[in-house]
């Protein structure tokens, strides 16, 4: 289990989750902390725009209730009126109940210098009916909270130049309160002119259809902020902005519920781009992985079994698929492949050197023991007979003494040719076995033929011609065999061999005697 985590696959699985967690967490506190407090800000932005909007639909009103108030105060039956209370100006001017409507107005009131009623006409909010009054009698009851507040603030206007107001109490309205003057604005101040237009929800629909908002109008409570921004669910946020108003202190709070619809959708697209990131990491993440088990460790596992199977490097190469491979894994491949070959090449040296006579060139003692052993085995399994000719040089110390070492030397390498080219079928095998000493092992091949081809090495060497001691250099060979009728053992051949030789020197030199012989003598 631990050695598992050690590979390279749980290494690069846990690195790169490592990776996919921090680019994760990065991502999450990217939008916890930069993307979504930018796009809070914008939706406060976006609240605030529509407040300012809302602001200045409403100041529009005010200013169109100002002017329209203004036309009526400087208007000179206006002030004929005051003057002298023309009927005839409240039949055709204020006898009709559309005057109200048009205007969005609740009350029109004239009033003296001193603020006391002169003349009121409005819409009764007891039955919605007009209702024209000079007096608060019973009739125009309803009006009274309102005189009272117009002539607070008539009284509060020094200039005498006329006010327009947020009205809190006794009910939500724009008011408008203008001198009464001549038209070209000369006096005496007649009295005031006073016009009413109430936030009632059919003004608040005509708001609504201009600006596209829903604005509500609100008392404001005494702990409420300047303006304010109430996240009240997913769905709906609410923004207030207060308005002072009047009686003095009094405050209106201007509301509109906003769709948080755009919020919404920079969510929802954030948190597609977010699952969409995430998905693509975990598929780049499996591609990764994919890769690295494709180019990476499937060949590494293909060159791991081959190393642990390289028993026999002179037998096995490196696969042909990793050989092919032009990629840092084909390299260190191609590399062991040339390593593989340099093994076996200086394998193959040292074998020759253990196998071989370095002065002769010949096989040695080793090769040859090996040689006879399977020659011998495979004789017996064919039936045959196994040959054996040991070969000793005539007087070869003599040689030496007389010529010298090197020349002693130069005479084997010479006699040592003449073998190699004698025994010269692929099944046979020469060998230098001792300082002058050489065997020839000879498969499937009978003493009689043995004897002779051993008596045709004698006279080629003869034939050479080396001088020695007045003479030539010979040699003398004993020659045993093998055969199915009397199988050796290799011992028991070369002994045998060896007696013959011994026999051909007793004998005179320069001559081969076969084992064979021996026995029969
Ligand atoms: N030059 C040389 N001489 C060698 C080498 N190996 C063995 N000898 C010599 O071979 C000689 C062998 O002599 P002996 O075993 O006495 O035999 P021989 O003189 O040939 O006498 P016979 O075999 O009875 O004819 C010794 O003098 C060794 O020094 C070699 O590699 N080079």
């Known amino acids: 289990m631990l050695s598992a985590l050690h590979s390279l696959r749980y290494r690069f699985v846990f690195a790169l989750l490592g990776l996919l967690i921090i680019a994760l967490v990065t991502l999450v506190a990217f939008t916890r902390f930069t993307l979504m407090p930018e796009m809070l800000k914008d939706e406060s932005n976006q609240a605030h725009e529509a407040l300012d909007r809302a602001q200045r639909a409403i100041d529009n009103e005010m200013l ?137 929800a059919e003004w608040l629909r005509k708001l609504h259809n201009s600006t596209g908002l829903p604005i509500e109008v609100q008392h404001a409570t005494d702990q409420q902020q300047p303006l304010k921004l109430e996240r009240l669910n997913d769905q709906t946020m609410r923004a207030s902005r207060l308005i002072p108003a009047a009686p003095r202190g009094e405050q209106l709070s201007i509301e509109i519920d906003l769709p948080r619809q755009r919020l919404n959708s920079r969510i929802e697209a954030m948190n597609l781009g977010l699952s969409w990131t995430l998905s693509l990491m975990g598929l780049l993440l499996l591609l990764v992985l994919w890769m690295l088990e494709r180019m990476v460790l499937n060949p590494l596992r293909l060159f791991a079994i081959f190393t642990r199977q390289v028993r026999r490097p002179e037998r096995t190469d490196v696969p042909a698929t990793l050989l092919k491979r032009r990629d840092e894994i084909g390299i260190l491949a191609r590399q062991f492949q040339q390593l593989l070959e340099f ?123 080396i001088p020695h001691s007045g003479k030539v250099v010979t040699i003398s060979a004993g020659v045993a065999c093998s055969t199915p009728d009397t199988p050796l053992s290799a011992l028991q051949l070369i002994e045998s061999g060896d007696q013959a030789l011994y026999a051909a020197k007793d004998s005179g030199r320069n001559q081969v005697i076969p084992f064979e012989y021996l026995d029969m003598a």
């Open 64 to 200: 169109h209730l100002e002017m329209l108030s203004q036309d009526w105060a400087s208007w000179d039956d206006s002030y004929q009126f005051m003057r002298d209370g023309n009927q005839h100006f409240l039949a055709s001017n204020l006898g009709d109940v559309s005057i109200f409507q048009d205007a969005d107005l609740s009350m029109i009131a004239f009033m003296k210098p001193q603020g006391q009623l002169y003349w009121l006409s409005g819409i009764s909010p007891v039955d919605s009916k007009p209702e024209g009054c000079a007096a608060l009698d019973t009739q125009c009851q309803w009006a009274r909270p309102f005189l009272e507040t117009l002539k607070q603030r008539i009284a509060d206007d020094p200039a005498k130049e006329g006010l327009t107001w947020f009205q809190a109490y006794p009910q939500k309205a724009l008011v408008s309160v203008q001198p009464i003057l001549r038209s070209d604005g000369s006096g005496p101040l007649r009295g005031w002119l006073a016009m009413i237009r109430p936030m009632s």
């Open 343 to 465: 093994q076996r090449q200086q394998k193959a040296e040292l074998v020759e050197l253990s196998e071989r006579d370095p002065l002769t060139g010949l096989a040695n003692r080793r090769r040859f023991d090996e040689h006879l052993a399977t020659s011998m085995k495979m004789d017996k399994r064919r039936e045959q007979s196994t040959a054996l000719v040991v070969i000793d040089i005539d007087h070869y110390k003599a040689f030496n003494d007389q010529y010298g070492h090197p020349a002693g030397d130069a005479c084997l390498q010479a006699l040592a040719k003449v073998m190699s080219a004698h025994f010269n079928h692929p099944e046979q095998l020469i060998a230098r076995t001792g300082g002058e000493e050489f065997m020839a092992v000879l498969p499937n091949t009978s003493q009689q033929s043995a004897v002779d081809s051993a008596d045709r090495l004698r006279a080629e060497i003869e034939a050479l011609g």
